[in-house]
């Protein structure tokens, strides 16, 4: 695949990888120098979804964007859509890589991956960046599925359903995944046609879209996971960042449960999809906070 319409500036910087760890191959984008980052990205992207701030926060970290197992170009299992066996991927990768501490930036789903990482290897993570996903918790003053604004997200048990969402979703993938950039979404201009091809490859490869509703199948063990977690809460410093025309600050006051060290705050004129509707202000609070030591 060629990311040349991304700039000569950013494929230049950029290498992509590939690693087997947990049994599994992830892809992986990587660049910059300094203390490791590690982006981790939701449903329905891919390590794309980070592309207009990697070239920033490669001038002061080394920038680790995994494809995370079943989406991308990672390999596609059968199983292990949980967000504990997804973080032991990613930590399992930053050790062969040779880093022993790490700063976590996760956006939807990928929160709750970055928050198993933070949970499991407590001394292994440095920050802690959430973007615009609560805790998986049975909350429901808290809870992902608390509807929003009157409408129920309704996504959320129509892919946990077996082997149906599949069937009805495939040859539609565009249709499907465009009703989320475009709902999901403030500035509806943030995820341009391309970007859609480029998801649409993705999730349309063989096991794709399957991969991505078994993250919304193993919902239960996620939310099982968590209550078990969140008995010691973390130390190091967590952000918690929502976008003023999603979550707002309901995010922030779902992770208060798991976190001592916890600040919080709302990216105006923003949506759901954060990095990509506003990377510049997003850059803004994330920067400073990763790097204040």
């Given at each position: 695949m060629s990311y040349d319409h991304l700039?000569?500036?950013?494929?230049?910087?950029?290498?992509?990888?590939?690693?087997?760890v947990n049994n599994t191959q992830?892809?992986?984008?990587?660049?910059?120098?300094?203390?490791?980052?590690?982006?981790?990205?939701?449903y329905p992207q891919t390590w794309y979804a980070f592309r207009r701030i990697m070239p920033e926060l490669s001038k002061h970290f080394t920038v680790i964007v995994p494809d995370l197992r079943g989406l991308g170009d990672s390999d596609k299992p059968g199983s292990g859509y949980d967000t504990a066996t997804v973080a032991e991927d990613i930590y399992q990768l930053v050790s062969?890589?040779?880093?022993?501490?790490i700063s976590l930036l996760g956006h939807d789903f990928g929160v709750n991956v970055a928050y198993a990482y933070a949970a499991c290897h407590r001394n292994a993570v440095s920050k802690l960046v959430l973007l615009d996903a609560?805790?998986?918790?049975?909350?429901?003053?808290?809870?992902?599925?608390?509807?929003?604004?009157?409408?129920?997200?309704?996504?959320?048990?129509?892919?946990?359903?077996?082997?149906?969402?599949?069937?009805?979703?495939?040859?539609?993938e565009a249709i499907y995944l465009n009703w989320f950039y475009q709902n999901l979404t403030f500035n509806k201009e943030a995820i341009a046609d391309?970007?859609?091809?480029?998801?649409v490859r993705c999730y349309a490869a063989t096991g794709g879209i399957k991969a991505?509703?078994?993250?919304?199948?193993?919902?239960?063990?996620?939310?099982?996971?968590?209550?078990?977690?969140?008995?010691?809460?973390?130390?190091?410093?967590?952000?918690?960042?929502?976008g003023k025309y999603s979550f707002g600050l309901k995010p922030f006051e779902s992770w208060k449960a798991a976190a001592e060290?916890?600040?919080?705050?709302?990216?105006?004129n923003s949506g759901h999809y954060i990095p990509e509707e506003q990377p510049q202000l997003l850059l803004e609070q994330v920067v400073p906070f990763l790097k204040d030591s």
């Open positions: 700039g000569t500036a950013f494929t230049a910087t950029f290498e992509h990888k590939r690693i087997t992830i892809h992986y984008v990587t660049g910059g120098s300094g203390a490791p980052l590690v982006l981790l990205h939701g062969a890589l040779g880093y022993e501490r609560g805790m998986l918790d049975n909350n429901i003053a808290n809870s992902p599925l608390l509807p929003k604004e009157g409408k129920s997200l309704w996504w959320f048990p129509f892919q946990m359903m077996s082997v149906l969402p599949e069937e009805l979703v495939a040859g539609k391309a970007d859609l091809q480029e998801y991505g509703f078994d993250y919304y199948r193993a919902l239960f063990t996620d939310i099982e996971f968590n209550a078990r977690q969140v008995e010691v809460k973390l130390k190091i410093p967590v952000l918690v960042l929502g060290n916890i600040n919080g705050g709302i990216i105006k």
